[in-house]
């Protein structure tokens, strides 16, 4: 068996920074979330999708919370990790630039969004 060459990873530029997808199987999803002090996610849910995040560098705070529920600040800093089970509303808000190690189920288009401040489309309400 012969070795295959590398892949590059895709960018893809977001509002707040941009993504590093550096894997993508029909079985998991590695990225790179690449968030822009100041700036924010929005705050959303998955339906199928189940992830884990790791901050690799700067600050974050991360708003989560259960559909009946007010949502709740949790401050990450570098080597911290949280999973973000399928239905748990949560958004990413950069305190500083912040480099986001992202490991999830495949399903990239699972998004529900219910708030977004840049206007996107397929923003729902609860």
Request: charged residues 30%; aromatic residues 8%.
């Amino acid at each position: 068996m012969s070795a295959a060459a590398p892949t590059p990873p895709r960018r893809v530029d977001k509002p707040w920074g941009y993504e590093l997808i550096w894997a993508h199987t029909d079985r998991y999803v590695g990225k790179i979330l690449h968030i822009e002090r100041g700036h924010a996610l929005s705050y959303q849910y998955h339906r199928v999708k189940d992830e884990t995040i790791y901050l690799l560098s700067g600050r974050l705070q991360l708003d989560v919370a259960h559909a009946d529920e007010a949502a709740r600040p949790i401050l990450l800093s570098a080597g911290d990790a949280f999973r973000i089970h399928t239905g748990l509303r949560h958004r990413m808000v950069a305190i500083e630039t912040c480099d986001v190690l992202e490991a999830s189920t495949p399903e990239l288009d699972d998004v529900v969004r219910l708030e977004d401040r840049y206007g996107r489309a397929g923003t729902t309400k609860a």
